[in-house]
T-cell receptor, first 112, second 114 residues
C-alpha cells in the first residue's frame, strides 16, 4: 500500500540552528512530493514541491528539500531556524492522481 | 487574490444537532476537497469534487456525512446528526485539475460537538 512516513513526531531546535525533517514514502514509482506547514490555528501552507528534474528543491521561507530516489526520501531542511518556524510540518505525496496522502506530521519547537 | 474561504471558523454544537460547514474555493479552481484533521487520525480526505461532481467520497465516514457542490464557487459539508466523535478541524481545499497541482487549503472550521 502507498504510504508516507514522518519518523519524528516532535523536534526541538535552537533558534539559529539548522533543521532537518525526515520523510519517507512507499511506492513503486516516483510520486509527486510536497511539504506543507501548519501554524497553530491555521490552515496548511505549501512550502515546496517536487515533480521531476533537479532533486534539490527550493521553497518559501528559506526551506529546501532533497529528493533521494534510492532512499525513497524527501527530507526538508533549513540552515538557520527562526522562532517563527515553530509549527507543524507535513510531508505529502500524490501518485498520478488527485489524492494527497499526508504523513502524521512533525511538530517543531524553537527555543531561544 | 482571496484564498479558500471557510465558514464558520469555530462551531460548538450539541450532540444530535445538524452542522453545516461552508466553503468558497479559489476562483478558477475546478477541484475541491474536504479534509478532516484529528489528533488520532491526522489528515484524512473525506471527499473530492471535480467540476462540481463528486468523484471520490470513499473517505466520508458514514451516512451522517454529506457534501454538495451546487456550483463552482460553493460547497457544503453537512453532518446530521452530529456526534462528539465528529469533533475535529475540517479543511476545505481547492486546486486546478491535474495530478501534482498545488492544493490550497482554507483556514479550517473547528468543530466541537458536546
Amino acid at each position: 500500500a502507498q504510504s508516507v512516513t514522518q519518523p519524528d513526531i516532535h523536534i526541538t531546535v535552537s533558534e539559529g540552528a539548522s533543521l532537518e525533517l525526515r520523510c519517507n514514502y512507499s511506492y513503486g514509482a516516483t510520486p509527486y512530493l510536497f511539504w506543507y506547514v501548519q501554524s497553530p490555528g491555521q490552515g496548511l501552507q505549501l512550502l515546496l514541491k517536487y515533480f521531476s528534474g533537479d532533486t534539490l528543491v527550493q521553497g518559501i521561507k528559506g526551506f529546501e528539500a532533497e529528493f533521494k530516489r534510492s532512499q525513497s526520501s524527501f527530507n526538508l531542511r533549513k540552515p538557520s531556524v527562526h522562532w517563527s518556524d515553530a509549527a507543524e510540518y507535513f510531508c505529502a505525496v500524490a501518485f498520478n492522481d488527485y489524492k494527497l496522502s499526508f504523513g502524521a506530521g512533525t511538530t517543531v519547537t524553537v527555543r531561544a | 487574490d482571496a484564498g479558500v474561504i471557510q465558514s464558520p471558523r469555530h462551531e460548538v454544537t450539541e450532540m444530535g444537532q445538524e452542522v453545516t460547514l461552508r466553503c468558497k474555493p479559489i476562483s478558477g479552481h475546478n477541484s475541491l476537497f474536504w479534509y478532516r484533521q484529528t489528533m488520532m487520525r491526522g489528515l484524512e480526505l473525506l471527499i473530492y469534487f471535480n467540476n462540481n461532481v463528486p468523484i471520490d467520497d470513499s473517505g466520508m465516514p458514514e451516512d451522517r456525512f454529506s457534501a454538495k457542490m451546487p456550483n463552482a464557487s460553493f460547497s457544503t459539508l453537512k453532518i446530521q446528526p452530529s456526534e462528539p466523535r465528529d469533533s475535529a478541524v475540517y479543511f476545505c481545499a481547492s486546486s486546478q485539475q491535474g495530478a501534482g497541482n498545488t492544493i490550497y487549503f482554507g483556514e479550517g472550521s473547528w468543530l466541537t460537538v458536546v
